[in-house]
């Protein structure tokens, strides 16, 4: 038979390395991010805050989302924090 293996030592090895492959390349992505992050706040505060608030959740954004925190409803976390 060819092709990758579906099942066996060979195939455990290769979803172990599938595995690794994936979890560095995430952690090099945020990695990167985060350098962007930290020089875009040395450099420049407006296009800082405009790269953070691109990177919140979309589902943050939403307006029919609704957050309840001791009791008061808010439409985002801003909202809870400033009270």
Do not use: Y
Request: glycine share 6%; charged share 35%; hydrophobic share 35%.
């Amino acid at each position: 038979m060819s092709g990758k293996p579906t099942s066996g030592p060979l195939h455990d090895k290769l979803k172990d390395c599938e595995r690794i492959f994936r979890r560095e390349l995430r952690a090099a992505a945020e990695l990167d991010d985060f350098e962007t992050t930290e020089r875009t706040s040395e450099l420049d505060l407006a296009t800082f805050w405009k790269i953070l608030n691109a990177k919140k959740l979309k589902a943050t954004k939403r307006s029919g989302n609704v957050l309840v925190f001791d009791g008061q409803q808010s439409q985002s976390t801003d909202e809870i924090l400033q009270g």
